[in-house]
């Protein structure tokens, strides 16, 4: 069984940067296509990256350019730099399986606040 675990999250000011990690463990092989998403309080859950074999990578539009991510097949991790950060992006990030998650980590907190 996939399990996932995420790390990286925190506290930074508008315009700040961070780095989303996330291992994955129990897998023969390279999970793809894998993807990050974050779930903000009162909102509906929100899939804002994906990483794709071949390296293609999709963003949705209001993290495109301030955002990459990136994945380690060797670590089998997968990674989210988040630059340029806004109040908006404050949620609880996860990575999981595109289109159908399996079982959900603990998720990594971005509070993005003055």
């Known amino acids: 069984q996939v399990q996932l675990v995420e790390s990286g999250g925190g506290l930074v000011q508008p315009g700040g940067s961070l780095r989303l990690s996330c291992a994955a463990s129990?897998?023969?092989?390279?999970?793809?296509?894998m993807g990050w998403y974050r779930q903000a309080p009162g909102k509906h859950g929100e899939l804002v990256a994906v990483?794709?074999?071949?390296?293609?990578?999709d963003y949705v539009d209001s993290v495109k350019g301030r955002c990459t991510n990136s994945r380690d097949n060797a670590k089998n991790a997968v990674y989210l730099q988040m630059n340029i950060l806004k109040p908006e992006d404050t949620a609880v990030y996860y990575c999981?399986?595109?289109?159908?998650?399996?079982?959900w980590g603990q998720g990594t907190q971005v509070t993005v606040s003055s």
């Open positions: 129990g897998s023969n092989g390279s999970i793809y296509p």
């Open positions: 990483i794709r074999r071949g390296g293609i990578k």
């Open positions: 999981n399986k595109v289109p159908i998650p399996v079982a």
